[in-house]
Each structure stands twice: as C-alpha cells, then as structure tokens.
T-cell receptor
Framework: AQTVTQSQPEMSVQEAETVTLSCTYD???????LFWYKQPPSRQMILVIR??????QNATENRFSVNFQKAAKSFSLKISDSQLGDTAMYFC????????????FGKGITLSVRP | DTAVSQTPKYLVTQMGNDKSIKCEQN?????MYWYKQDSKKFLKIMFS???????INETVPNRFSPKSPDKAHLNLHINSLELGDSAVYFC???????????????FGPGTRLTVL
C-alpha cells in the first residue's frame, strides 16, 4: 500500500519570504508521479507542480520548486517570494501505473502568508 | 471553457433523501474519478471510471452509485442520505488509460453536501 505523510499541520510565513512544505511517501513501485495540489478557501483543487519519479531533475514552476529525494522518499515544496494569494491548504499526492492506480493524498498542510 | 464542471456546487438536504451530483469534463480524458473530502479535509478516492467502465470502487457503501453515460460524464447518485455523508465531493479527470500510464488529475470545483 502507498502512504503519503505530511507531518506539519500548519505553517506561517511572512510575505516575500521563502517557505518549505514537507512530504514523505512510502511505496514499492518504481514508476510513479508525485504532485502538490493547492486548495484555497474557494475549495478548488489546483495543481501546483508535478514530479515524475524517473526524472532526476527537480521540477520547477515559477516561484514553486520541489526537492525530490527518491532514495529518502521525500518530496518537499519550496515557495519563493511568498504572496498573500499563496494562503491555502497544500496537499502532497502520489500515483503510479497499475491496476488500481489512484491518487493517494497526504493530510494536507495549512499555509498562512502574513502581510 | 470550464475543464471539469460539477453541479450543483452546494446541496442541502434532509436525511433519508436521494440526491445526485453531476460531473462533466470537456478535456477529452479517458478516466474520471469521484473523491470525498471529509470535515478534516482528508481526501479519499471513492470511484474511478475508464471509458464508462468502473475501475476502482473503494469500499464505498452501496448507497453510492456512480453512473457514466459516456466518457465525458460521471454522475454520483446517493440513496438514503445519512448525516455522515456530509462532505465535499470532488470529480476529477485524467487522460490516463487504465493500467497503461500515469498522468495528472484535474479537479472540478467540488460539491458541498450538507445532510440535516
């Protein structure tokens, strides 16, 4: 079974600062993807970034980047130059190729950006 | 140009009623999903369909019945609603073909169901 763990329930960061959200996962699969989704108060689930396990290079999307440590099964999200609009719940998620492939989510972390 | 849409966005109903939530995607994706987000914000898959065929059924009570009339639509019908069914229900879609590859899932706006 695959598990995704987000151990920090909430974090706070000053606007324009950098923050890192942690995620670890456990799997015996070799071909998988990892995601970070953002859920603002509007409740819409928005894809932030995706990392394919076979890629050694860490994914980046503008101010968002990941630190993917495959051996350690760690997948953290770094948000640079934090903005008020980054205030949201962030979910780490995992999926793989297989008969019952599905997204497995962590419990999420609430990020507050302070003005 | 909405990619994944759900109706209604809010649903308030009495215990024991039957209700449906509709989902449509215009992305041409092959696979669609239903997720439930509980009061603690935990997201868990309920069902997935690939080209109108049920692929995943995650130990959901049989009061919940998904129906996929075509690959662009996946509706969720709930019979005899209970207080514990109150949650936000998300539809999602993905271009993934069953068992062949993996790809990103795109989510609808969610339906907040409140059972009184």
């Amino acid at each position: 079974a695959q598990t995704v763990t987000q151990s920090q329930p909430e974090m706070s960061v000053q606007e324009a600062e950098t923050v890192t959200l942690s995620c670890t996962y456990d799997t015996s699969e070799s071909n998988y993807y990892l995601f970070w989704y953002k859920q603002p108060p509007s409740r819409q689930m928005i894809l932030v970034i995706r990392q394919e396990a076979y890629k050694q290079q860490n994914a980046t999307e503008n101010r968002f980047s990941v630190n993917f440590q495959k051996a350690a099964k760690s997948f953290s999200l770094k948000i640079s130059d934090s903005q008020l609009g980054d205030t949201a719940m962030y979910f780490c998620a995992f999926t793989y190729t297989g008969a019952n492939s599905k997204l497995t989510f962590g419990k999420g972390i609430t990020l507050s950006v302070r003005p | 140009d909405t990619a994944v849409s759900q109706t209604p966005k809010y649903l308030v109903t009495q215990m024991g009623n039957d209700k449906s939530i509709k989902c449509e995607q215009n992305l041409g994706h092959d696979t669609m999903y239903w997720y439930k987000q509980d009061s603690k914000k935990f997201l868990k898959i309920m069902f997935s369909y690939n080209n109108k065929e049920l692929i995943i059924n995650e130990t959901v009570p049989n009061r919940f019945s998904p129906k996929s009339p075509d690959k662009a639509h996946l509706n969720l019908h709930i019979n005899s609603l209970e207080l514990g069914d109150s949650a936000v229900y998300f539809c999602a879609s993905s271009p993934v073909q069953y068992g062949l590859d993996i790809d990103t899932q795109y989510f609808g706006p969610g339906t907040r169901l409140t059972v009184l």
